[in-house]
């Protein structure tokens, strides 16, 4: 069976629609301007410091960053720029090719990070119910 553009299935299916596109565009908004408000920190900057946190060697590659990050090589070299210049980041050679260059987090961006992270989780937290 197929579904014609603009047909549900259900009742259900279209509340879950309907939500799923609240929570990727609205969601993100809001904690922006929250995390921004009460940690000073904006989501472009937070989401590339939490990826590297979780990162093998807290070091990612900028284009994989980027990719994960959902944004731009060129709107990532803007971020990381910013992030180096606060000493949250380094940009160093890749060991593998030594043609690209990976982003690394520093000790004080991981701090940085762990700082925001409990207002990051509470803005989530409000405006996902």
């Excluded at 014609?4 to 279209?14: I, M």
Aim: net charge neutral.
């Amino acid at each position: 069976m197929s579904i014609e553009p603009g047909q549900l299935h259900s009742a259900t299916e279209e509340a879950f629609v309907r939500e799923l596109s609240r929570v990727m565009l609205a969601l993100p908004r809001a904690v922006d301007a929250d995390i921004v408000r009460e940690a000073g920190l904006p989501l472009s900057e937070y989401t590339p410091l939490m990826h590297l946190s979780e990162a093998p060697g807290r070091a990612m590659r900028m284009g994989d960053l980027a990719a994960t990050c959902n944004i731009t090589l060129s709107g990532m070299t803007r971020v990381v720029t910013r992030l180096e210049k606060s000493g949250w980041v380094e940009r160093t050679k890749c060991d593998q090719d030594g043609r690209g260059w990976n982003a690394t987090l520093t000790d004080a961006g991981l701090a940085r990070l762990e700082q925001a992270w409990p207002t990051f989780l509470v803005s989530v937290r409000r405006h996902s119910h």
